[in-house]
T-cell receptor, first 115, second 112 residues
């Protein structure tokens, strides 16, 4: 049971490049989400999904796309990287969207630098 | 989701209890109080949560006031490994409100 796995751990991109951050969970969780964390700040929600085929925007969605074709995977796509997207990205999952009595599990993060 | 207020930083001597306060004066009846911590830029880690009763697990205790407007996370015997940023979050059940909204948390420094 690996939990939430994010790849890559580190990435450097040039401005304008695109890439996909991968997130996979093996716990059959319905709810998955992506956050970004800038230095000295808390986590901000980018996009989330309440199940396969369903996604929605969070607090800071601009410049990012997501899809959820399977329960296990929730990739985050940067369409045209900008220096303002330099951040640490965390993926999280939890069992049930409508269950309050559940904890979220986080991946170890992807550290992205856009130059 | 209700907003929370936490002190930006606290110190605690190793072996002593660490008491981390959180104010959530606008909490609604269907909102739970959750605590997470983040150690040195790792992914956040769940600690404990509660609705109105006090809760205890192997990591910590959560004390919620009777009016539910504030709570305290207690680490009974803090160690150096408890040095982290601690986030207090309130979250409702279901719908678009069922998201974890992180503030800036309390940076707890445990010292020898």
């Amino acid at each position: 049971n690996a939990g939430v796995t994010q790849t890559p751990k580190f990435q450097v991109l040039k401005t304008g490049q695109s890439m996909t951050l991968q997130c996979a969970q093996d716990m059959n969780h319905e709810y998955m989400s992506w956050y970004r964390q800038d230095p000295g700040m808390g986590l901000r929600l980018i996009h989330y999904s309440v199940g396969a085929g369903i996604t929605d925007q969070g607090e800071v969605p601009n410049g990012y796309n997501v899809s959820r074709s399977t329960t296990e995977d929730f990739p985050l796509r940067l369409l045209s990287a900008a220096p303002s997207q330099t951040s640490v990205y965390f993926c999280a999952s939890r069992p049930g969207y409508n269950l309050a009595n559940t904890e979220a599990f986080f991946g170890q993060g992807t550290r992205l630098t856009v130059v | 989701d209700a907003k929370t207020t936490q002190p930006p930083s606290m110190d605690c001597a190793e072996g002593r209890a660490a008491n981390l306060p959180c104010n959530h004066s606008t909490i609604s009846g269907n909102e739970y109080v959750y605590w997470y911590r983040q150690i040195h830029s790792q992914g956040p880690q769940y600690i404990i949560h509660g609705l109105k009763n006090n809760e205890t697990n192997e990591m910590a205790s959560l004390i919620i006031t009777e009016d539910r407007k504030s709570s305290t996370l207690i680490l009974p015997h803090a160690t150096l490994r408890d040095t982290a940023v601690y986030y207090c979050i309130v979250r409702a059940v279901g719908g678009t409100a069922s998201k974890l909204t992180f503030g800036t948390g309390t940076r707890l420094q445990v010292t020898l």
